[in-house]
T-cell receptor, first 113, second 115 residues
Framework: EAGVVQSPRYKIIEKKQPVAFWCNPI?????LYWYRQNLGQGPELLIRYENEEAVDDSQLPKDRFSAERLKGVDSTLKIQPAELGDSAVYLC???????????FGSGTRLTVV | AQKVTQAQTEISVVEKEDVTLDCVYE???????LFWYKQPPSGELVFLIRRNSFDEQNEISGRYSWNFQKSTSSFNFTITASQVVDSAVYFC????WGYGQNFVFGPGTRLSVLP
């Protein structure tokens, strides 16, 4: 069984440029998460989807961040425009029914210069 | 509100020593799940264990063991006879049933096992 697939693995962009990250969750996992992990810290939730519905986006900086999961499968997270403080690892995770653990992808390490 | 505290920022031990990583959580829910994840230098978060709030039985898996105590809101993780490959950042996480599947992670404990 394939795990959670994320791309790209690394991304370096100049500030004010746009960037997008892609995630394909494990087949059958209806819940998809985007987390941001700053250096030396734990993952922090950006947005959670149940199928195609964003059920928790309270921590998503909506002025510059957007996400979509149009068909309830893969998802895209976008930042426009990027700021220096957005440098972090962006993690995608998925989970089966409630109570199960999250399975994480390898993450995308974003560096904004 | 749900919160997870890992007071130990960094721990260094010598190989073969036992080490315990502490985790204290806060929740208003009576039904919740606790997790431990390992993040090796490669960066990918790896699931280690899940425990629900109704099951306080301690668990052992090889050199790993977990001690869940609701009375002190703690879910501690012990590695027996540590090995260099155990060097990683370890995260404790909480998921409250009443809040859907929202997972909150602690800040992590960086474990260094020296040869």
């Amino acid at each position: 069984e394939a795990g959670v697939v994320q791309s790209p693995r690394y991304k370096i962009i100049e500030k004010k440029q746009p960037v997008a990250f892609w995630c394909n969750p494990i087949s059958g996992h209806n819940t998809l998460y985007w987390y941001r992990q700053n250096l030396g810290q734990g993952p922090e939730l950006l947005i959670r989807y149940e199928n195609e519905e964003a059920v928790d986006d309270s921590q998503l900086p909506k002025d510059r961040f957007s996400a979509e999961r149009l068909k309830g499968v893969d998802s895209t997270l976008k930042i426009q425009p990027a700021e220096l403080g957005d440098s972090a690892v962006y993690l995608c995770a998925s989970s089966p029914p409630p109570g199960q653990g999250l399975t994480f992808g390898s993450g995308t390490r974003l560096t904004v210069v | 509100a749900q919160k997870v505290t890992q007071a130990q920022t960094e721990i260094s031990v010598v190989e073969k020593e036992d080490v315990t990583l502490d985790c204290v959580y806060e929740t208003r829910d009576t039904t919740y799940y606790l997790f431990w994840y390992k993040q090796p230098p490669s960066g990918e978060l790896v699931f280690l264990i899940r425990r629900n709030s109704f099951d306080e039985q301690n668990e052992i898996s090889g050199r790993y063991s977990w001690n869940f105590q609701k009375s002190t809101s703690s879910f501690n993780f012990t590695i027996t006879a540590s090995q260099v490959v155990d060097s990683a950042v370890y995260f404790c996480a909480l998921s409250e049933w009443g809040y859907g599947q929202n997972f909150v992670f602690g800040p992590g404990t960086r474990l260094s096992v020296l040869p």
